[in-house]
């Protein structure tokens, strides 16, 4: 940590980032490949007071939408299960056990998941709805990713984003003063 040198593009996303995770809202990270995105997620969610919050984070984009859910109740310290229901069951479970602590879920390369995962993802913001949002929701992906979500299969999703960011190249300047 010592040689992190912070920039405005990385301060507002980290602004951004605390937000966030305060309002158990959804935010969109993206930038190009080595950009910084997951390194600055990862250092950001490291130094959150794990008494008040539980990062899970997925980093298989891969995953089919039951392999989230089982990725997820492993996440929180549940068993994973192959069938939907109990995997719901056990993230139920997990969420009435700890009411005061905000879980958050960071999906990064989400410019990979599949429909069925960004959809599974969308299902669970509404879990006990109407009262305040589950969990809050990082999604880390390329700069292409928000119009991927604008597209009429995921408007859904897009329409909850309360957040995005674009990260910003460093500077020649940044740069300099990071040598």
Request: glycine share 8%.
């Amino acid at each position: 940590d010592p040689q992190w040198v912070s920039i405005p593009s990385q301060q507002r996303a980290l602004s951004l980032l605390n937000q966030t995770v305060a309002l158990r809202g959804v935010m969109l990270l993206s930038g190009g490949n080595g950009m910084g995105k997951s390194t600055l997620v990862g250092r950001w969610a490291r130094q959150l007071e794990p008494r008040l919050f539980t990062p899970v984070y997925l980093t298989q984009a891969t995953l089919s939408s039951c392999g989230l859910l089982a990725s997820l109740a492993r996440g929180v310290g549940k068993r994973g299960s192959f069938r939907r229901e109990r995997n719901l069951d056990e993230l139920s479970i997990y969420l009435s056990e700890h009411e005061r602590q905000i879980l958050l879920i960071v999906l990064d390369d989400a410019q990979n998941s599949t429909h069925s995962t960004l959809e599974e993802l969308r299902l669970l913001l509404g879990l006990n709805l109407p009262s305040q949002p589950t969990f809050a929701l990082v999604l880390i992906g390329d700069e292409y990713l928000l119009g991927q979500l604008q597209v009429r299969n995921h408007r859904a999703l897009c329409s909850r984003l309360s957040a995005h960011h674009l990260l910003s190249p460093w500077t020649l300047e940044e740069i300099q003063t990071y040598l």
